[in-house]
């Protein structure tokens, strides 16, 4: 059972993390760098997730639980695997 003041603080928290995802969005198309377009993929998975677990908590819905932490192992992958990547390609100097 969540409180009134409890269910306007998740839903501020949710229009918080959209407003979030959208100033990422911005910085994902206009990064100068492939570096600053990978940090901003890597945030928007975090965010995904943050809102994904907001909303389980918000609809009572146990399953967002699971949902985030499959799109957090699958982000910390993909970057691990991206960042290895351009380490590899990256010219010395």
């Not at 639980?65 to 290895?84: E, N």
Request: net charge neutral; aromatic share 10%.
């Amino acid at each position: 059972m969540t409180t009134p003041a409890l269910l306007v603080v998740m839903k501020i928290t949710i229009g918080l993390l959209m407003v979030a995802f959208v100033l990422v969005l911005i910085r994902l198309a206009k990064g100068p760098h492939l570096y600053d377009r990978v940090v901003a993929f890597d945030l928007i998975t975090s965010l995904v997730a943050g809102i994904a677990l907001v909303y389980g908590m918000l609809n009572d819905v146990p399953f967002f639980m699971d949902v985030a932490v499959i799109i957090f192992l699958i982000s910390f992958l993909g970057t691990v695997a991206i960042s290895k990547y351009l380490s590899k390609n990256e010219p010395h100097e």
